[in-house]
């Protein structure tokens, strides 16, 4: 096995050509046999087996610097830097992460985990470099589905400026999660079928040199190149923003990459190599679904079929819901910044193609996109990941709530999500959107309140918010189907001593937390909140006053978050109830799946049980 004899950086380089193609085709296999058991994303990797071994050929890590746009494609990086035994543990609690940390190995020269920051970052760290006055390579890799981002826009503009030496990578396999869509991905395909223009010219120049003549032509003809570019190849847009362009190449031919990237240490400046891959390379179940494969559970490695599904998932709650009211509402639209599957819109696209807007990876825009479509009337549903959704915090603000469009944010993946780690866990959401005056802010405890808090964000006049999280979708609680109404919660359970105030998924943990005082005796009322903001002021002011103890419970920090709100209206009121608050710490949240990270912060019930138990009995 090729693979026993890569264990640190740098081990690649004496293999031969031969072995470097026979190599690829082992961590292909290996990358399917460890992710079939551990999940993790798949066909993003796959792809990039070559584009990665030829990075490690061509350039010396730590020393030269890659940075992971996403990161989410780095899986062949760490195994080439040392990192392979640690594949049985990816993305579990205390193994592996499933994207670059450099507190992993120092060949991960920068943490990433959203899209479209790696030209930033990397422009940021070759200028460090130039400051300092020291000499080393700076490759940033970034997708063609990342390139629409107005962070790398803004980044290709700024590397023009600063002319500093440096690398871009751009990996274009026509993807990010789904299908990549508008002008930008329209220009790639263009520069992608034009590559005769690259087959024309060296073939001209190399007729060109056999004669005394032909080389003064060559000469005149390199003068004019830029001219001749523009009138064969589609726009030439990094060109003309001073960046120099190589390209196209064959993203699964390792010597044709290492001769590009050789001659791009070369250049003076900021070069842009272009390198086609097929996501999903080499499986074909993934070459076939690159989406499903993108981000995958456990699956059968033979067959490529997922194991388990579970219930009916939130998403898939939200998703057939939006299609009842949308077929009765010709007025309702959807929003996506490029994962139409991941936030369960695929099916509305089909349906309703004139009302369906996939923005690429461009969640601002999205926004402020939506909020120009309600000044017309529209009721636009964006529908974006809670930790993706940070990212538009200023549109939110500034186009939606200060003018109180009618916009609903379907906030999935609300709370823990798990084995992505830090840079996924929606942990900030209620914090964020309950400091934006005008926003209702909303959570449902199972999935009937979903659907019915759905309704209600389409009948409400002005911008509200839906948060629930990953996975299955609860199914408790369905005799406690009420009317949804403005800024009210509902006692489920109404008894003595403590009484316990949740919002959404939190709801059902405070429900096994109450079975576990009621065995030792103590009287629990169960509130679930539904509106985080505006919450439901006099029915805290009527528990403070019926009950000894409050606790409250949500997947979100302590900062900003709902028992903060709690607390400081019964500071304001005198109302002198103790209280409890359970939140996530004040710190990120590495990965691991959500049952071990709670119990890891003792946010598990019997935990919460406990520290409940011992407040009561010391009062």
């Known amino acids: 096995m090729l693979l026993d004899r890569i264990n640190k950086p740098g081990d690649i380089k004496s293999l031969s050509k031969e072995e470097l193609t026979a190599l690829a085709q082992e961590i292909r296999e290996f990358l399917i046999e460890k992710v079939s058991v551990t999940g993790g994303h798949l066909a993003s990797n796959l792809g ?254 033979e067959t490529g079929v997922s194991e388990g599904g579970g219930g009916l998932s939130w998403t898939k709650v939200f998703s057939r819901s939006l299609m009842v009211l949308a077929e009765d509402n010709p007025k309702i639209t959807a929003i996506t910044a490029a994962m139409p599957e991941g936030t369960g819109l695929s099916d509305f696209a089909a349906k309703y193609p004139d009302r369906y807007f996939d923005v690429g990876i461009a969640e601002q825009h999205g926004v402020t996109f939506a909020a120009g479509l309600a000044s017309q009337g529209m009721i636009p549903v964006v529908a974006i990941y809670s930790s993706f959704l940070q990212r538009a915090y200023d549109q939110i603000i500034h186009d939606v709530c200060i003018s109180k469009q009618h916009v609903i944010f379907a906030v999935d993946r609300a709370g823990l999500v798990g084995k992505d780690g830090e840079t996924h866990q929606g942990m900030l959401d209620i914090s964020y959107l309950t400091s934006i005056p005008n926003m209702t802010v909303m959570a449902p405890k199972n999935r009937w309140e979903l659907t019915d808090m759905l309704s209600f964000a389409v009948a409400y006049d002005g911008p ?82 019926r009950h000894k103890l409050l606790v409250t419970f949500e997947e979100n920090v302590g900062s900003g978050g709902f028992g903060e709100h709690v607390e400081h209206m019964l500071c304001q009121e005198a109302l002198g109830t103790d209280i409890i608050t359970f939140s996530l710490p004040d710190e990120f949240i590495e990965h691991g799946d959500v049952k071990t990270l709670r119990k890891e912060l003792n946010l598990d019930d019997e935990s919460m049980a406990v520290r409940i138990v011992t407040r009561f009995i010391g009062k």
């Open 48 to 301: 990039v087996v070559e584009l990665t071994i030829a990075l490690h050929c061509s350039f010396d890590f730590p020393k030269d610097k890659v940075i992971w746009d996403v990161g989410h494609q780095s899986y062949t990086h760490k195994i080439l830097t040392g990192r392979k035994e640690g594949f049985d543990s990816l993305r579990e609690f205390g193994g592996i992460s499933g994207f670059p940390k450099h507190n992993e190995s120092p060949c991960d020269a920068f943490d990433t985990g959203h899209s479209s920051t790696s030209i930033s970052a990397g422009l940021g760290i070759a200028r460090g470099r130039d400051l300092k006055g020291e000499d080393f390579s700076v490759i940033s890799v970034i997708g063609d589905g990342s390139l629409t981002g107005g962070i790398a826009l803004e980044a290709l503009n700024n590397a023009s400026q600063i002319k500093t030496n440096f690398i871009i990578v751009l990996n274009d396999n026509n993807m990010s999660i789904a299908p990549n869509v508008g002008g930008l991905s329209n220009y790639l395909e263009g520069v992608r079928t034009a590559d005769f223009y690259t087959r024309f010219k060296d073939k001209l120049a190399d007729q060109l040199r056999s004669t005394k003549a032909g080389k003064q032509l060559l000469s005149t003809l390199v003068k004019t190149k830029n001219g001749i570019k523009q009138l064969l190849v589609p726009g030439m847009l990094f060109e003309n923003l001073g960046i120099t362009y190589l390209g196209p190449v064959d993203g699964h031919n390792i010597n044709d990459m290492c001769r590009y990237f050789n001659d791009a240490r070369k250049v003076k400046g900021p070069v842009i190599i272009h390198i086609v891959t097929k996501k999903g390379k080499g499986y074909e179940p993934a070459e076939n679904h690159p989406e499903k494969f993108h981000g995958v559970g456990p699956f059968d490695p």
């Open 464 to 545: 509200v918010a839906i948060r629930y999280p990953r996975g299955e979708a609860c199914q408790d609680f369905e005799r406690f189907r009420r009317p949804v109404v403005y800024g009210k919660g509902e006692y489920l359970f109404e008894e003595g001593d403590i009484a316990l105030l949740a919002v959404g998924n939190m709801v059902a943990s405070a429900a096994n937390v109450r079975r576990y005082l009621k065995k030792l005796g103590y009287g629990c009322s169960l509130i679930n909140m539904r509106f985080i903001k505006p919450f439901d002021e006099e029915l805290v002011r009527d528990a403070a006053r």
